[in-house]
């Protein structure tokens, strides 16, 4: 079985300053990893994917991620916070691909960007 | 860029009503899925769809559910005998042949009176 912890249910950072947010996961298997993001009353938004290639993983609007086998960790970064990047967001776990895998979500981190 | 869409966006209901929630997957994706969000919980898998059969479902997918594709365009989820406990926000999510991400909707969210 697979599953992912997010060690944060909320994260607030000021603008223009880094973004952390944390997720550690648990697999029997080489895992293929996720984050989306939620933005109010919309839907859920692909942000990068980690599936076994390059550890460091770059995704959209300047978010990055590292997988860390060692660590069992997925975090997810961004240098410099904007406005916009108020929402919340899942770290996203599945098993090894055999075609119809279901994704096995953590709770969720609220992020709040303080003016 | 091509989006999954959902209908409608939000559905009021009486308890034992039949509800029928519609996606519109990416046209090239084959493979389907609907996952569930109560409120102030996480995001749960309900089934997943290929080749028109179900190939996974869930402890929360009972025989109140289920799953159609009824044409080449749509797929839906109904819920034969609504709950309480139905209450949720619904997400429809595809995926192309040839990689694991999976794209979701923006929801369709459900409430049970």
């Known amino acids: ?115 | 860029e091509p989006e999954v869409t959902q209908t409608p966006s939000h559905q009021v209901t009486q308890m034992g009503q039949e509800v029928i929630l519609r996606c519109v997957p990416i046209s090239n994706h084959l493979y389907f899925y609907w996952y569930r969000q109560i409120l102030g919980q996480k995001v749960e898998f309900l089934v997943s769809f290929y080749n028109n059969e179900i190939s996974e479902k869930s402890e929360i997918f009972d025989d109140q559910f289920s799953v159609e594709r009824p044409d080449g365009s749509n797929f839906t989820l109904k819920i034969r005998s609504t709950k309480l406990e139905d209450s949720a926000m619904y997400f429809c999510a595809s995926r192309e042949r040839g990689g694991p991400a999976q794209y979701f909707g923006p929801g369709t969210r459900l409430l049970v009176l």
Not at chain 1, 50 to 61: D, F, Q, R
Not at chain 1, 69 to 80: A, I, Q, V
């Open chain 1, 1 to 115: 079985a697979q599953s992912v912890t997010q060690l944060d249910s909320h994260v607030s950072v000021s603008e223009g300053t880094p973004v952390l947010l944390r997720c550690n996961y648990s697999s029997s298997y080489s895992p293929s990893l996720f984050w989306y993001v939620q933005h109010p009353n919309k839907g859920l938004q692909l942000l990068l994917k980690y599936t076994s290639a390059a550890t460091l993983v770059k995704g959209i609007n300047g978010f990055e991620a590292e997988f860390k086998k060692s660590e069992t960790s997925f975090h997810l970064t961004k240098p410099s916070a904007h406005m916009s990047d108020a929402a919340e967001y899942f770290c996203v776990v599945i098993r090894p691909w055999f075609g119809n895998e279901k994704l096995t979500f953590g709770t969720g981190t609220r992020l709040t960007i303080i003016p």
